[in-house]
């Protein structure tokens, strides 16, 4: 698999100009790899789009992964993980399913989650 899914914190940091994960998105790309937004987490980031050029310049080069086909699954993760976050638990939820790399600011809440899920996905701290 060649796909990574990356959280509210790691828009944040594509935001910020992070040159780190915009490498991740140019190898990725050049890979012919996928890099993945679920929504949730686009919705946390996203506050005004006349001031997010950066953010929006990187979303063209991503798949957004929607919430409402999951959204049950979602739920019943937060139960089993026993937390009330619903979009820590979609990102990690879509990780577990799609990628082999997440890219999170909040490394310890999403391994919690994963292990829940006993998932293997590399949880890589941006």
């Known amino acids: 698999m060649t796909a990574a899914v990356l959280d509210t914190g790691a ?3 594509l935001e910020r100009g992070d040159s780190r994960l915009w490498g991740v998105l140019a190898a990725r790309a050049k890979a012919g ?3 993945i937004v679920p929504t949730t987490a686009l919705a946390q980031a996203w506050r005004n ?3 997010q050029a ?3 310049r990187a979303l063209v080069h991503c798949e957004m992964a929607s919430f409402d086909a ?3 699954a979602v739920g019943e993760l937060c139960g089993r993980a026993r937390t009330e976050d619903v979009c820590d638990a979609h990102v ?3 990780a577990s399913r799609r990628a082999d790399a997440l890219y999170t600011s909040d490394p310890l809440d999403t391994r919690r989650l994963l292990r829940a899920l006993d998932s293997d996905v590399a949880v890589i701290e941006c």
Do not use: K
Request: overall charge positive.
């Open 49 to 51: 789009g006349s001031r």
């Open 92 to 94: 990690a939820l879509v």
């Open 33 to 35: 790899g996928v890099v």
């Open 54 to 56: 950066q953010l929006a």
């Open 11 to 13: 828009l944040i940091a």
């Open 70 to 72: 999951l959204a049950r």
